[in-house]
């Protein structure tokens, strides 16, 4: 960065300088106003200003809310949020509860378990993720259970009523 000797303005070019061809020279008495004062410190120097106070307000040092990471380092003002962690028991849930399409009551009843394990996890830990899927696949399970135990009835009323059906070609 350029610094002007002490000497001279420092609004004004350097002695024996040249403007670029096709460039005008500086009108005379280009500068600051006469009167003012010249700058007390040389351009590109920061300010002598005083250090922050060290958190008057707001959080304690080293706090972050739920969801959020830890600061660096004590003092830090702004924390980067973190992402939710999905609860594996919930992904298994959904995939097991997709499953009884295929394999039936067969997964329907691991689907409820793990659902109902996944959701007793998440409520202990907010920061878990997966609630909906969860949900789904209890969803599923359950369907799956309800539909094996209706066809299971059905096949039990069809085997009471005599199995065998009478029909008559006299007129």
């Not at 061809?21 to 010249?38: A, D, H, L, V, W």
């Not at 922050?52 to 706090?63: L, R, S, W």
């Not at 691991?110 to 007793?120: D, E, F, K, R, S």
């Amino acid at each position: 960065m350029y610094q002007p000797p002490s000497d001279q303005n420092p609004n004004q070019p350097p002695p024996g300088y040249e403007p670029p061809p096709g460039y005008q020279p500086p009108p005379p008495g280009y500068g600051p106003p006469s009167g003012y004062p010249p700058p007390s410190q040389p351009y590109g120097a920061p300010p002598n200003y005083p250090p922050p106070p060290a958190q008057p307000y707001g959080a304690p040092p080293g706090y972050a809310p739920p969801g959020y990471a830890q600061p660096a380092y004590p003092g830090t003002p702004y924390v980067m949020p973190v992402g939710q962690q999905s609860n594996g028991l919930a992904t298994a849930s959904l995939v097991l509860g997709c499953l009884i399409f295929i394999f039936g009551f067969l997964t329907g009843i691991p689907a409820v378990i793990t659902g109902h394990m996944a959701l007793g996890r998440i409520s202990q830990n907010p920061m878990l993720g997966g609630k909906g899927m969860a949900i789904a696949g209890l969803i599923l399970g359950y369907l799956s259970i309800l539909g094996s135990v209706c066809l299971v009835a059905g096949f039990i009323a069809a085997a009471n009523s005599g199995g065998a059906t009478t029909f008559s070609t006299s007129p």
